[in-house]
């Protein structure tokens, strides 16, 4: 995904993201993990795991305490500060990581699991990138991919607030960076599980797909 004059610049920057997560003292989030991830990895043996975006750290927490080896990596120190210390008191060992996975992916074909829970990844950082990510996925491994289902109203409030999801990789574009190596198991709108009191959100785009 090249770099191209009609997708707007996204915010990508530590300083964004930790400004965005230091407007609440007492956490962004909920603190429980995403519905849909324990909905689609329960029945999985554990392996490795990685947490694309991992914020103020549930799911990686969660799959921790499953048994996975979990790497988790957000652009946000503040954020990322937030899920060590609710790690310590959850008594659960993750790899932490501050920084950013498209610029640093992982290697080729060693993780079971590459979980993007509603991400934030730019287009600009181009298709190379992010192939370099969904090859981390081995065979036999798992890409989820969960991403709100935005009617007109949500993304024009996400343009106001500087996030142009046009910007942004997409399930879409995921979906056509697949190569005949995977199988695409879902790729639909879906009922949101277990969402925070009061959201917005009431479904999600679900991409599930194997490395057969």
Known sequence: MAAHEDHPPAPTTAE?????????????WSGRPNGRLVAEVEGLPPGRALDVGCGE???AIWLAQRGWAVTAVDISAVAVDRARRAAARAAVAVDWQ???VLAAPPSPETLELVSLQYPALPKAAGEDAVRALLASVRRGGVLLAVYHD????????????????????????LVALLDDSWEVVRHEVAPRLDPPPGTEH???VVLRAHRP
Not at 157 to 169: K, L, Q
């Open 16 to 28: 964004h993201w930790d400004a965005r997560y230091g407007e609440r003292d007492d956490g962004m």
């Open 57 to 59: 750290g549930a799911d």
């Open 98 to 100: 501050v920084g950013d």
């Open 150 to 173: 935005l009617d007109e109203a949500h993304a024009a409030h996400m343009r106001e607030r500087g996030m142009d999801p046009a910007a942004y990789v997409l399930a879409d574009d």
């Open 202 to 204: 009431v479904a999600d």
